[in-house]
């Protein structure tokens, strides 16, 4: 069973630049999550979808931040303008609803110059 | 306001020997709590997980004991292995649709030879 896949794997920016990354999660899981992990922090959820619906973005920059999954399956996330303090890894995981267990992808690692 | 508590920051422990974490959580609505595992340059994988009806899971060398009263919940490696090297956190969710996770900030082991 192939994994969460997410792309790039690394990106690097001018602060104000505009920025965006791409989850596709495992092939049926209906809930997918976007979280941002600072260096030596655990992961902070920034916003979960249940098919193409939000169902929890109260953690999201939404001044800077969207994210969208079009037909409830890949999911973008973007930042707009990006700032120094958003270098982070930005990680995207999904799982079957209601199951619990999450499967979590690589990760892009953002650097915000 | 950090939800989830995580000790220690750190922690070394001879191969052979028992690795503790330990955290401890204030929401009372948190009703699943899993542990994941990040390597460096990966994303978080689950290791084990319980459920609060049980004071206790064991799947091979890893427990997880659960105290509701207190509100708190460790992870114990027994016969500790150089591969167990890694940073742990610990994490936990609410029940119904909205079940992204709150994460502990993390402990980096390290098992010496």
């Known amino acids: ?31 997918l999550y976007w979280y941002q992990q600072i260096l030596g922090q655990g992961p902070k959820l920034l916003i979960q979808f ?16 969207s994210a969208e999954r079009l037909k409830g399956v890949d999911s973008t996330l973007k930042i ?3 700032k120094l303090e958003d270098s982070a890894v930005y990680l995207c995981a999904s799982s079957l609803a209601g199951v619990g267990e999450q499967f979590f992808g690589p990760g892009t690692r953002l650097t915000v110059l | 306001q950090q939800q989830v508590k995580q000790s ?10 028992i690795s503790i974490i330990n955290c401890a959580y204030e929401n009372t609505a948190f009703d699943y709590f899993p542990w994941y595992q990040q390597f460096p340059g990966k994303g978080p994988a689950l290791l084990i997980a319980i459920r609060p009806d049980v004071s206790e899971k064991k799947e091979g060398r890893f427990t997880i004991s659960f105290n509701k ?17 890694a940073t742990y956190f610990c994490a936990a969710s609410m029940g119904g649709g909205a079940d992204g996770l709150t994460f502990g900030k993390g402990t980096h082991l390290i098992i010496q030879p």
């Not at chain 1, 990354?21 to 809930?31: D, Y």
């Not at chain 1, 249940?50 to 931040?65: H, T």
Request: hydrophobic residues 30%; aromatic residues 6%; charged residues 20%.
């Open chain 1, 1 to 31: 069973e192939a994994g969460v896949a997410q792309s790039p794997r690394y990106k690097i920016i001018e602060k104000r630049q505009s920025v965006a990354f791409w989850c596709n999660p495992i092939s049926g899981h209906a809930t």
């Open chain 2, 69 to 85: 009263s207190a509100k708190q919940f460790s992870l114990h490696i027994m016969d500790s292995q150089p591969g167990d090297s």
């Open chain 1, 80 to 82: 707009q303008p990006a």
């Open chain 1, 50 to 65: 249940q098919n193409n619906g939000v169902v929890d973005d109260s953690q999201l920059p939404k001044d800077r931040f």
């Open chain 2, 8 to 17: 220690p920051q750190s922690l070394i422990v001879q191969k052979g020997g």
